[in-house]
C-alpha cells in the first residue's frame, strides 16, 4: 500500500535559516503529492502540491520538487520566520485502480519552531 | 477559514457512550473525507463518501460509522467509545475524486473520552 515517511521532528531554527524537511513515499501508480500545515489550534492548509514527475510545487517562499527516481518530495525554505512556526505534513494522493484517488496517505508529521 | 465546517469544536464523553460529529463541506464540494488525528497514530484516513456513496474505507473501527446525507453533509458516529478514542477528528471535502483535486480542512472536533 501506499506510505509516507518523513525526517523525524522536532526541528528547531533560528530566524532566517534555511529548513530542509525531508519527505520519502512509497505509492503504485503516479500519486499527485502535497505538504499541509498546521498551525496551532488550527486545521490542515494545503501548502503546494506537485502532480507529476519533475514539477515544482511553491508558496510563500516554499518549494518542494517530486523527484520520482528517488521517491521523494523534500520541503524547503531559504529563509524561515518565527510565523512558520509549525507542524508540517507530507502526504500523497492516489489509489491506482481504486475509486478513492482523492484520499491522503499521510507522513507522520513535523513539528517546525523557529526562534527570534 | 477553508469553508468547511464542523462541529462540535470539543466533545467531553464517557468510556461506552455515542457521540455523533458533524461536517458541513464547503459548497459545491462532492466528496466528503473524515481522518482520525492521535499522537501514537498521527493522521489516518477513516472513509471517504462521494455525492452520498461510500467510496472508500480505511482504519475505520466497526464501532464507528459514516453517512452523507442528500444536502451533502456528512456524520460520523463513534459508539461504545473507549479511552484511546480520544483524538482530533477532522472532515475534508473536495470537489471531485481526483488524485489532483484539492482537499480542504476543517478545524476537527476534539474528543476526550473519559
Known amino acids: 500500500g501506499n506510505s509516507v515517511t518523513q525526517m523525524e521532528g522536532p526541528v528547531t531554527l533560528s530566524e532566517e535559516a534555511f529548513l530542509t524537511i525531508n519527505c520519502t513515499y512509497t505509492?503504485?501508480?503516479?500519486?499527485?503529492l502535497f505538504w499541509y500545515v498546521q498551525y496551532p489550534g488550527e486545521g490542515l492548509q494545503l501548502l503546494l502540491k506537485a502532480t507529476k514527475a519533475d514539477d515544482k510545487g511553491s508558496n510563500k517562499g516554499f518549494e518542494a520538487t517530486y523527484r520520482k527516481e528517488t521517491t521523494s518530495f523534500h520541503l524547503e525554505k531559504g529563509s524561515v520566520q518565527v510565523s512558520d512556526s509549525a507542524v508540517y505534513f507530507c502526504a500523497l494522493s492516489g489509489n491506482a485502480g481504486g475509486t478513492s484517488y482523492g484520499k491522503l496517505t499521510f507522513g507522520q508529521g513535523t513539528i517546525l519552531t523557529v526562534h527570534p | 477559514d477553508s469553508g468547511v465546517t464542523q462541529t462540535p469544536k470539543h466533545l467531553i464523553t464517557a468510556t461506552g457512550q455515542r457521540v455523533t460529529l458533524r461536517c458541513s463541506p464547503r459548497?459545491?464540494?462532492?466528496?466528503v473525507y473524515w481522518y482520525q488525528q492521535s499522537l501514537d497514530q498521527g493522521l489516518q484516513f477513516l472513509i471517504h463518501?462521494?455525492?452520498?456513496?461510500?467510496?472508500a474505507k480505511g482504519n475505520i473501527l466497526e464501532r464507528f460509522s459514516a453517512q452523507q446525507f442528500p444536502d451533502l453533509h456528512s456524520e460520523l458516529n463513534l459508539s461504545s467509545l473507549e479511552l484511546g478514542d480520544s483524538a482530533l477528528y477532522f472532515c475534508a471535502s473536495s470537489v471531485g475524486v481526483t488524485e489532483n483535486t484539492e482537499a480542504f480542512f476543517g478545524q476537527g472536533t476534539r474528543l476526550t473520552v473519559v
Open positions: 463518501y462521494y455525492n452520498g456513496e461510500e467510496r
Open positions: 505509492a503504485t501508480g503516479y500519486p499527485s
Open positions: 459548497s459545491g464540494d462532492l466528496s
